[in-house]
Nanobody, 125 residues
């Protein structure tokens, strides 16, 4: 089992940047596939990015964030980060960190076993 805690959310102007972090408990963080999701009011939770287990050489990005967001992990520190650049007002949402026991990256929320409590990201226009 793993517990996840997000940090780094806040208020930023359009075009600005934020760096989200996800801290994980336990000694097996390296074995989890990890993902970032977001959920805006009245909308479904959607994947933003994901990174494979072990060295994290496999990554996935939603088309809407490609070239602007970067996902990474540091297994020595049990952390995952999401660097978000050129943020847009429509990206205002609660951002969630998620962990999956499976070996492959999946883009659906129900494919993830553990979730953090979320961190609010607000992008003003």
């Amino acid at each position: 089992q793993v517990q996840l805690v997000e940090s780094g959310g806040g208020l930023v102007q359009a075009g600005g940047s934020l760096r989200l972090s996800c801290a994980a408990s336990g000694r097996t963080f390296f074995s989890y596939t990890m993902g970032w999701f977001r959920q805006a009011p009245g909308k479904e939770r959607e994947i933003v990015a994901a990174i494979g287990r072990w060295s994290g050489t496999s990554t996935y990005y939603a088309d809407s964030v490609k070239g602007r967001f970067t996902i990474s992990r540091d297994n020595t520190k049990n952390t995952m980060t999401l660097q978000m650049n050129s943020l847009k007002p429509e990206e205002t949402a609660v951002y969630y960190c998620a962990a999956r026991s499976g070996a492959t990256i999946t883009t659906t929320a129900n494919g993830y076993d553990y979730w953090g409590q979320g961190t609010q990201v607000t992008v003003s226009s």
